[in-house]
């Protein structure tokens, strides 16, 4: 849901309807006017104002959380940037969190880590045990229907339905009771991926979940923050229109195939300026710069943009509010 697509309006909305809104944190200062010069500074400055506007469509209702990954470039910074900005609940992938817990001492602020395997939970709930006496305070599990960068291989996301990715669900779900156990507190599970309705949430439920996280659904709604070009292109897609494209910071991604995918296939695109997002980036390496395609589709340039999006994305057919899509869940 980075670069742009959810921020203060969704994230405020999906709030005040009693739910976790999550602000992506990924090259939120974009429209800053300094963001070329000073990205860091830019998005810092952004964050504030996101989560300072969320909270005033709130009004006091819901959880807002930010989403920040791992692999972004000065992570620790951009953690606790989050804190002071007053995020109730950092939610972190792409990337082992490793040492989040350190960046929040001292504050209320809540710490998801956002997993995809048995053995990521393992080396995460371990690693905090045994370095900071502490557990998750919600953890997320990130299937292979999921939108945008994936922690899984290309093979086996062509593979998905021999994943058998139900088991993989329950054995994580019964791996963070454990640390229940032990901490003598409620860690709730989430499911993520491919979540779209109502019956979705309920087999994710029936295997043991707590609740669900919903991305792809809430960009066709009136308050997400992308432009409308980008949300027509979801609302146009088909299903053979969903693709797994190769991501210049090295990791597989789901996006909707269109003109600049094809593109990319070709030739490379010239970078003009590196604004220092992902640490995997190599610049003098990559075929295209991420932020330039991401910044692209969320202002409506949809032909040299990348569309990230999950598998459900076709399924999309006409522009909710958030109000509805939240009483078909609730």
């Not at 308050?223 to 597989?252: F, N, R």
Request: net charge neutral.
């Amino acid at each position: 849901m980075g670069v742009g697509i959810s921020l203060s309006r969704l994230a405020g909305n999906v709030a005040a309807c009693g739910g976790v809104g999550v602000i992506s944190t990924a090259q939120i200062g974009w429209r800053e006017p300094d963001f070329s010069k000073n990205p860091m500074e830019a998005n810092f400055r952004a964050l504030k104002k996101e989560m300072e506007k969320a909270r005033e469509i709130a009004k006091g209702a819901g959880i807002l959380a930010t989403n920040i990954m791992v692999a972004t470039q000065h992570y620790g910074e951009y953690v606790k940037a989050a804190v002071k900005s007053g995020a109730d609940l950092i939610i972190s992938g792409a990337g082992l969190p490793v040492d989040l817990p350190k960046y929040v001492e001292g504050s209320k602020t809540k710490i998801a880590p956002i997993v995809s395997s048995l053995k990521s939970v393992r080396v995460i709930c371990k690693l905090w045990d045994r370095k900071f006496h502490r557990a998750p305070d919600l953890v997320v599990i990130e299937g292979p229907m999921a939108g945008g960068h994936l922690g899984f291989s290309a093979e086996e996301l062509e593979h998905m339905e021999e994943l058998d990715y139900d088991r993989v669900i329950c054995d994580i779900i019964r791996e963070v009771k454990t640390y229940e156990e032990k901490y003598q507190k409620c860690i709730p599970v989430a499911v993520a991926g491919g979540i779209f309705e109502r019956s979705d949430m309920n087999h994710a439920l029936g295997l043991g979940a707590d609740c669900v996280q919903v991305g792809t659904r809430f960009v066709t709604t009136e308050e997400c923050d992308a432009s409308d070009a980008y949300k027509q292109t979801y609302l146009d897609a088909k299903k053979e229109d969903i693709c797994i494209v190769k991501s210049p910071v090295g990791m597989p991604g789901r996006a909707i195939r269109n003109v600049f995918i094809e593109r990319v296939k070709k030739e490379k695109i010239p970078i003009g300026h590196c604004r220092h997002c992902i640490v995997t980036c190599k610049p003098a390496e990559i075929p295209y710069c991420i932020t330039d395609a991401l910044t692209n589709a969320v202002d409506g340039d949809v032909d040299h943009g990348l569309l990230f999006c999950g598998a459900n994305a076709w399924r999309c057919s006409k522009i909710e509010t958030v109000a509805d899509i939240m009483k078909e869940f609730c």
